[in-house]
Nanobody
Framework: QVQLVESGGGLVQPGGSLSVSCVVS????????MGWFRQAPGKGREFVAT????????RYSDSVKGRFTLSRDNTKNTVYLQMNSLKPEDTAVYYC?????????????????WGQGTQVTVSS
């Protein structure tokens, strides 16, 4: 059974930084495309970033490009989302997701497994 566990959310002031991570178990992680999505209160699930199994292919939403960095460590079955220059509009529950395959995707419908989410709040 594939399990994803996120950690690292919290409260940060505008302009600050935060890192969230996601540990995956029960899958061949090195063959799995990974993604991060977020959901703010009253809004739908929004694509944030995705990464290919080897890490060579990355894609970010326009709203986070240049501020967020997605990476992975296949020896630790972990993906990391480094978030810099955070804005109040980045406030959301952040979800890690895994595909049952190697192709990155920006659509949440293409992901097969999800973590429980971690809250990120940007506020002064």
């Amino acid at each position: 059974q594939v399990q994803l566990v996120e950690s690292g959310g919290g409260l940060v002031q505008p302009g600050g930084s935060l890192s969230v991570s996601c540990v995956v178990s029960g899958s061949t992680f090195s063959n799995t495309a990974m993604g991060w999505f977020r959901q703010a209160p009253g809004k739908g699930r929004e694509f944030v970033a995705t990464i290919s199994p080897g890490g060579s292919m990355l894609r970010y939403s326009d709203s986070v490009k240049g501020r967020f960095t997605l990476s992975r460590d296949n020896t630790k079955n972990t993906v990391y989302l480094q978030m810099n220059s955070l804005k109040p509009e980045d406030t959301a529950v952040y979800y890690c997701a895994a595909r049952a395959g190697p192709s990155p995707s920006t659509s949440y419908l293409q992901y097969d497994y999800w973590g429980q989410g971690t809250q990120v709040t940007v506020s002064s």
